[in-house]
T-cell receptor, first 110, second 113 residues
């Protein structure tokens, strides 16, 4: 089983719908991240959390919110999805200065 | 501000040829440096990393990278490319104590027979 698990792996939704992407980890890391990948733009940081009570905005947080339910769980929500949020989303944890990625969640907003 | 530049959007090489992917970074202190590979439809796999010490680092799949402080570069190399190396490659910088990570926009590698 993967150390960093994302669900769902693929999701198609409609404009205006609320969407939640979930991430859980078994690595025991305190630090967790949500990134968005778009072709030609690389990975951009949406939100990050250094522990359950510490959540920080990244460079592209507008339109997104997060919840750190436990050390092992970090969810990303799109309150009202729009087509330009169509992207591949990655959850990651870090420790010792290194990132560990989940397998990604592909979201399509029609 | 920290940033990572991968100047080559797309590179095509013949199988068996050597490969060098360029990465330049902007960061005020000694950074943590990484190369990740993403095969089509897959997640990101760590190829190699540099934290300190020997500036030539070896990674998986026969890749290596060299940290050159004077040039703010961390170029990825492989002496002989295999068709299975076709993928997207990302350079990344870890800033501070590893709290923040910045990615380049990626280089897409095509390998022709």
């Amino acid at each position: 089983d993967a150390d960093v698990t994302q669900t769902p792996r693929n999701r198609i939704t409609k404009t205006g719908k609320r969407i939640m992407l979930e991430c859980s980890q078994t690595k025991g890391h305190d630090r967790m991240y949500w990134y968005r990948q778009d072709p030609g733009l690389g990975l951009r940081l949406i939100y990050y959390s250094f522990d359950v009570k510490d959540i920080n905005k990244g460079e592209i947080s507008d339109g997104y919110s997060v919840s750190r339910q436990a050390q092992a769980k970090f969810s990303l929500s799109l309150e009202s999805a729009i087509p330009n949020q169509t992207a591949l989303y990655f959850c990651a944890t870090s420790a010792g200065g290194e990132l560990f990625f989940g397998e990604g969640s592909r979201l399509t907003v029609l | 501000a920290q940033s990572v530049t991968q100047p080559d959007i797309h590179i095509t090489v013949s199988e068996g040829a050597s490969l060098e992917l360029r990465c330049n970074y902007s960061y005020g202190a000694t950074p943590y440096l990484f190369w990740y590979v993403q095969s089509p439809g897959q997640g990101l796999q760590l190829l190699l990393k540099y934290f300190s010490g020997d500036t030539l680092v070896q990674g998986i799949k026969g890749f290596e990278a060299e940290f050159k402080r004077s040039q703010s570069s961390f170029n990825l190399r492989k002496p002989s490319v295999h068709w299975s190396d076709a993928a997207e490659y990302f350079c990344a910088v870890g800033a501070g104590t590893g709290n923040q990570f910045y990615f380049g926009t990626g280089t897409s590698l095509t390998v022709i027979p």
